[in-house]
């Protein structure tokens, strides 16, 4: 059974400052992998989708990788903002369409 | 597109009476997915559909929950009779299978409180 963890599970920077998010996960089989943002009170919204053969997907201040034989990714995003401020969510395809979540990052980012 | 619609999208009731939640997909999708999302046990997926029909129900939590899609633009999810410990935000999800690695798109969830 899948696994998905993610350290740590709250964050707190001062603006401007680059930073990344962890995800691991225990089985590496997996066809894709997801970041998303959630804004409190609010639905899922999709940042960057990784599939299992890439190694990394780029959009604007965020950049992903993946490492599937270490079961490791990273989001990285370049000089953070206020807005930035949710909580970060990485999930797994094991294919089926799946999807296992990881417990989230929950990021402030302070002026 | 409107995206994924959800409704309600807060619904408080009491122990013992019935709960139908409501999920509209992304025209032209043709998987649906419904998770539970919880502080303690975060997001879990509780049961998806493809084409209409169920694929794995293996999330739901015991007898008092089911699902239905009778068409392609519609999906409930009904929880009977309902219990404080299923309190929770639930989702609706849909993809396209043959999309981009088959993204999912969430829609706004319907928080639900059972007193």
């Known amino acids: 059974k899948q696994e998905v963890t993610q350290i740590p599970a709250a964050l707190s920077v001062p603006e401007g400052e680059n930073l990344v998010l962890n995800c691991s996960f225990t089985d590496s089989a997996i066809y894709n992998l997801q970041w998303f943002r959630q804004d409190p009170g609010k639905g899922l919204t999709s940042l960057l989708l990784?599939?299992?053969?890439?190694r990394e997907q780029t959009s604007g201040r965020l950049n992903a990788s993946l490492d599937k034989s270490s079961g490791r990714s990273t989001l990285y995003i370049a000089a953070s903002q206020p807005g930035d401020s949710a909580t970060y969510l990485c999930a797994c395809s094991g294919g089926g369409n799946k999807l296992t979540f990881g417990t989230g990052t929950q990021l402030k980012v302070e002026l | 597109d409107a995206g994924v619609i959800q409704s309600p999208r807060h619904e408080v009731t009491e122990m013992g009476q019935e709960v139908t939640l409501r999920c509209k997909p992304i025209?032209?999708?043709?998987?649906l997915f419904w998770y539970r999302q919880t502080m303690m046990r975060g997001l879990e997926l509780l049961i998806y559909f493809n084409n209409n029909v169920p694929i794995d129900d293996s999330g739901m939590p015991e007898d008092r929950f089911s699902a239905k899609m009778p068409n392609a633009s519609f999906s409930t999810l009904k929880i009977q009779p309902s219990e404080p410990r299923d309190s929770a935000v639930y989702f609706c999800a849909s993809s396209l299978s043959s999309g981009f690695y088959n993204e999912q798109f969430f829609g706004p969830g319907t928080r639900l409180t059972v007193l």
């Open positions: 990784i599939q299992s053969s890439q």
């Open positions: 025209s032209g999708h043709d998987y």
